[in-house]
């Protein structure tokens, strides 16, 4: 054991541990190492393991102390740590760095080594408010209007798309036609042509944006088209120019919504017998999908008070782990490897450092909210129930078959479930009282922060 032991508190959660090794456990393993040695070196003009200690010292003592002396400081520095509390111990993904090693050397002998070693800790930090606060949330309601909308919808989705009996392109119709550029001469400009183009009269979505010209012609029927392009039309090919097309319609489909009744609902699902079957079970779905919008609104409005009212030193190992966790994620998100996603980012003048240096708020106040989540399950004293263990288990350790890794991932897995109720804990012990009106279809499908700008 050390004669000294000292730990002084650095920022961002890192400590300096400073230990004494004591010269006696140096020379015993110095002794240890050298005894090793002359067993095995072979050295000309002596017997393979026959040669004297004296002689292998003189010619390998220095690097032979040097070498031992660090050995038996790692071995130390981990014994020592072990004996420290939780809190002083170094953050399992953090590896203690060694301080001012040229002047430790050159190790003499029978002498006592002190050294210094820094690395990131758990941060220590007080718990903010986390019950009793009050919050807002918008307010929203499943309506007639939203259940009769996800009912067209799904009629939409149904749909058969059909020839239109009359063969008149109108406002709203699938239309298929070939076109091609006339020069000033009358003649096709071959380049320009296009066979079975296929697109939604109305929705502008052509190249030439001749929706009002195609409107009203009839299914076989060829159109010269002329056409005007102001200066600022938004594509610059066109812009300020006046283009010939001769245009063949060949066919005119709709699309043929089934009514809204009994049948309809025994076609969505068996187990729906009339349309009043159906409109239930949609707005059910609908008011599910509300609950859970606005139990991960409320989550996040206490996540954000407790990221605000927390004062927590982060250390660097910590944040620079969430960055790469959220760097990988954001390469399996693009489908990409990682030197495609790079050599994209250098095309932007960017890299992956500058990448991280704008997530870094984010994954900051991630790990803020987390580290106060998981205090809170330890002050809570949250319990697992055998029954949601095992349940637990069948779900996620089916295919572990190991004891031993079995009972080390049965112990994580208990953390977890505790985890996971700090968030109910949380909702449940705040007040939530509903704001700004706010329509079903703006904020669960994500345009909730154009409508709260009106």
């Known amino acids: 054991m050390s004669d000294a032991k000292n730990i002084k508190a650095l920022e961002n959660s890192s400590v300096e541990l400073t230990l004494t090794l004591p010269a006696a456990r140096i020379e015993e393993d110095y002794q240890k190492s050298l005894a090793k040695y002359v067993k095995n070196a072979q050295i000309p003009g ?32 981990k014994e020592e740590l072990e004996k420290l509390d939780d809190a002083q111990k170094p953050l399992p993904y953090c590896t203690p760095v060694l301080q001012d090693e040229e002047k430790l050397l050159p190790f003499k002998k029978d002498t006592d080594v002190t050294f210094s070693v820094k690395y990131d800790v758990k941060p220590q930090f007080e718990l903010p408010q986390y019950t009793g606060m009050k919050l807002t949330i918008p307010n929203v309601k499943v309506t007639d209007a939203d259940v009769a909308k996800e009912l067209d919808k799904l009629r939409e989705q149904n749909a058969m798309v059909v020839d239109k009996k009359d063969g008149v392109a109108e406002d709203g119709n699938i239309v298929n036609i070939d076109y091609v550029e006339l020069d000033k001469d009358g003649k096709e400009v071959k380049a320009s042509e296009r066979k079975d183009f296929t697109f939604t009269l109305g929705s502008g979505y052509n190249y030439y944006e001749i929706d009002k010209e195609v409107a009203g012609m009839k299914v076989g029927e060829t159109k010269t088209i002329e056409k005007n392009y102001p200066k600022e039309f938004k594509t610059a090919d066109l812009a300020g120019k006046t283009v010939t097309l001769k245009v063949t319609l060949k066919s005119v489909k709709v699309k043929d919504v089934p009514a809204l009744d009994d049948e309809f609902a025994q076609d969505i699902k068996e ?3 009339t349309v009043a079957d159906l409109t239930k079970a949609t707005r059910e779905k609908l008011e599910k999908q509300l609950a859970d919008k606005l139990s991960d609104d409320k989550f996040d409005k206490i996540a954000d008070e407790l990221a605000k009212n927390v004062k927590i030193d982060l250390p660097q190992s910590m944040v620079d782990l969430e960055l790469d966790r959220d760097w990988s994620n954001y390469i399996r998100q693009t489908g990409l490897s990682e030197d495609q996603v790079l050599k994209f980012l250098s095309f932007q003048q960017k890299d992956k450092a500058a990448l991280q240096n704008e997530w870094k708020a984010d994954a900051e106040k991630t790990l803020r909210v987390q580290l106060v989540m998981d205090k809170i399950k330890e002050k809570e004293k949250f319990t697992v129930s ?9 779900e996620q350790l089916k295919d572990v078959t190991d004891e031993n890794q079995k009972k080390y991932y049965r112990t994580l897995l208990e953390e977890d479930l505790k985890f996971n109720k700090v968030s109910d804990f949380l909702e449940a012990n705040n007040t939530f009282t509903p704001d700004k009106e706010m329509s079903f279809d703006a904020y669960v499908n994500g345009q909730a922060a154009t409508e709260a700008a009106k």
């Open 386 to 394: 055998p029954e949601e263990l095992e349940k637990a288990e069948k």
């Open 46 to 77: 002596f017997r393979k393991g026959h040669v004297p200690a004296s002689v292998l010292e003189k010619k390998f003592g220095k690097s032979l102390r040097t070498e031992t002396t660090f050995d038996t400081m790692e071995a130390f520095l």
């Open 271 to 273: 187990e729906y017998k």
